[in-house]
Every structure is written in C-alpha cells, then in structure tokens.
C-alpha cells in the first residue's frame, strides 16, 4: 500500500509543489491537504493519513499545537499518523517545540527532492527522518532556553534500562546512528536497532528524537555534548 501522505501549508504554492514530487512517486499517494493546523484536524477526522508534513507558521492553529494535538491524542496511539515538520530555518525554535510535540523530525521547506522522499519513508518506518547531528544541534541551542519549570524530572523510565541499553542511550543522543554506534560498541547493526527498539518501549517514546530530547530534558546529556 502506498505511503498515505497529507500536506499541511498556508502556501498553495509550496503544497502543489511537494504535491508534485510526492505523486511521481509509486509508493506514496497524497490523500490529503489543509491550510493550517486546524483544518489539518478536522481532515485527520475522516481521511487515513500515514505520513503528515506539517508547516509551523501558520494561522488559526499553527503546526506545533496541531502536532502535539496528533501525536499525544488518540491519534498519537501506535499506528497513527507520524508528523514531518517544514520550516524555514534549521534552528527555528518553533521546530524544537515541535519535536519536544512528538514530531519524528524536520526538513527544511527548500530540502532536494530526494532528501524529502527519503524522510518520508524514513519517518513513516518509524525512524528519525533528520540527521541526529542535526537534531543533536537544535537541542544544544535551545534546551539551555527552557524555564527550570520546564525540565522535567528523571524520567522513571530510565531506572529500567541494562546497562548496555543506556550505554546505546547516551549514545543516540550524542548524535550517533546505528551505523557508528555498532562500530563503537562493537555490536552488528541489527543488535544495535534491537537495542533502541527496547530503550523506546520501556521509555514509552515513538522513536529515537523523542529519545534525544529526553536524554537532554533529563539531564542525562548536557546541552553542547556534555553528560552526566
């Protein structure tokens, strides 16, 4: 079954163009379109969607209430829709907020087709669809930001990982993928994967940016790569 794709942008412009490169595609279908983040909930209300790309910016309900709207409602169960943020800047404080939502990731509104296609059914297998340096970079800028009111205690979860689990942990968030973390830990890509599966289940998080900004909210990573 093809990629269900729905394109959330004040822009028709924008929207028609990604409408475009997404169509040429035999795995992916775009089933759906809205103008703000509002609009986006009442289509989510009637249309199956796999895979929404979502603007930050835009009026009535911007992107990053509509993701956290998806993402931690009844369509943020296992099996909903997973929510690619578009914006402007690489270090734009509206896509921290929208991973901090539950977004698997953001592009840049001006990403090569090829990079978009690839974060589709990059975030739609469940993976994370920027780079974790990337990721890694916007939270180095913007987590010493948040109010003391705003981080969030040790998470429980954490108590219930091996030793191994956390080692893998530590390293997600410093910026690592599977790849480098196997070399570094002397492990098969496949074990690696098994490991960050486990980390996410017992974290209760959908993928592993929920995992890295968790690792910085709790303090087990210190902004600028630092840990505890």
């Not at 490169?21 to 795995?27: E, F, H, K």
């Not at 409602?73 to 578009?86: H, M, N, S, Y």
């Not at 907020?97 to 059914?121: I, S």
């Not at 987590?143 to 990982?161: C, I, N, Q, V, Y």
Request: glycine residues 10%; proline residues 5%.
């Amino acid at each position: 079954m093809p990629i269900r794709v729905m394109l959330v942008d004040d822009q028709v412009l924008l929207r028609t163009g990604f409408r475009m490169v997404l169509a040429a595609q035999p795995d992916m279908d775009v089933v759906a379109e809205a103008g703000d983040g509002a609009e986006a909930l009442e289509v989510l209300g009637r249309t199956e969607v796999d895979v929404v790309l979502m603007d930050v910016r835009m009026p009535r309900m911007d992107g990053v209430e509509a993701t956290r709207r998806i993402c931690g409602g009844e369509r943020g169960a296992e099996g909903g829709p997973r929510v690619l943020i578009l914006t402007t800047f690489d270090l734009d404080e509206y896509a921290f907020a929208a991973l901090r939502a539950g977004a698997g990731g953001f592009l840049l509104k001006d990403v090569p087709p090829d990079e978009l296609l690839a974060a589709v059914r990059a975030v739609h297998s469940g993976d994370a669809v920027v780079a974790p340096s990337t990721t890694r970079r916007l939270l180095d800028r913007f987590t010493p930001m948040l109010p003391p009111a705003a981080r969030p205690e040790r998470h429980p979860g954490l108590e219930r990982l091996t030793e191994r689990e956390r080692e893998v942990l530590l390293l997600v968030a410093q910026g690592l993928s599977n790849g480098e973390i196997a070399e570094r830990l002397v492990l098969s890509e496949a074990t690696v994967k098994t490991h960050v599966g486990r980390i996410l289940t017992k974290l209760g998080l959908r993928d592993r940016v929920q995992a890295v900004v968790l690792a910085y909210e709790s303090g087990l990573v210190r902004a600028g790569g630092g840990r505890e």
